[in-house]
T-cell receptor, first 110, second 115 residues
Framework: QKEVEQNSGPLSVPEGAIASLNCTYS??????FFWYRQYSGKSPELIMS????GDKEDGRFTAQLNKASQYVSLLIRDSQPSDSATYLC??????????FGKGTTLSVSS | EAGVAQSPRYKIIEKRQSVAFWCNPI?????LYWYQQILGQGPKLLIQ????????DSQLPKDRFSAERLKGVDSTLKIQPAKLEDSAVYLC?????????????FGSGTRLTVV
């Protein structure tokens, strides 16, 4: 059974702090990894994708991938109250559907 | 470009009734997915289409769920008969051949409540 595991949280951080979200996956054949943000009552929206070991930065967001440890993370710098949402980690092999984790709820307090 | 269209947005039915959901993907997207998201959980794949062929329906409860994608464009998902545990948001997503770079685009979802 291919699985993606996330701590459900909630993760609470003060405004301006760094939020760190983590994810592990069971399928060593996974090639592509995605972070989605989902606001309450809305559908998931893609934040970042990562395919190679190391870091990938996009604005305030940094995705990190370590295939040896089967670990993916998302760092959010200068967290804002508008970042409060559920963050979904997903993984797949080429041509197959994404497998999602249960999501981590982030709460940013002002 | 227009996004993934889904209808209806909300549906309330009684158990043992039937219901159908409709999805129109982004123009030109060959791959279409239906996911079920139960409150507090991540989306779970029900079925994946490539054009009008099924790629993966291993998690579709085939005794009550069915899906089709005629002409390789829009798709319908049907539940008959519905059970209380089918209460969830049903998400449709599509992707192009450049899936690896862009991931999925989700529709707004259909929230189903079975009473």
């Amino acid at each position: 059974q291919k699985e993606v595991e996330q701590n459900s949280g909630p993760l609470s951080v003060p405004e301006g702090a760094i939020a760190s979200l983590n994810c592990t996956y069971s399928d060593r054949g996974s090639q592509s990894f995605f972070w989605y943000r989902q606001y309450s009552g809305k559908s998931p929206e893609l934040i970042m994708s990562i395919y190679s070991n190391g870091d990938k930065e996009d604005g305030r967001f940094t995705a990190q991938l370590n295939k040896a440890s089967q670990y993916v993370s998302l760092l959010i710098r200068d967290s804002q109250p508008s970042d409060s949402a559920t963050y979904l980690c997903a993984a797949n092999q080429a041509g197959t559907a994404l497998i999602f984790g249960k999501g981590t709820t982030l709460s940013v307090s002002s | 470009e227009a996004g993934v269209a889904q209808s209806p947005r909300y549906k309330i039915i009684e158990k043992r009734q039937s219901v159908a959901f409709w999805c129109n993907p982004i123009s030109g997207h060959a791959t279409l997915y239906w996911y079920q998201q139960i409150l507090g959980q991540g989306p779970k794949l029900l079925i994946q289409f490539q054009n009008n062929g099924v790629v993966d329906d291993s998690q579709l409860p085939k005794d009550r769920f069915s899906a089709e994608r005629l002409k390789g464009v829009d798709s319908t998902l049907k539940i008959q008969p519905a059970k209380l545990e089918d209460s969830a948001v049903y998400l449709c997503a599509s992707s192009s051949g450049q899936f690896r770079n862009y991931g999925y685009t989700f529709g707004s979802g259909t929230r189903l409540t079975v009473v």
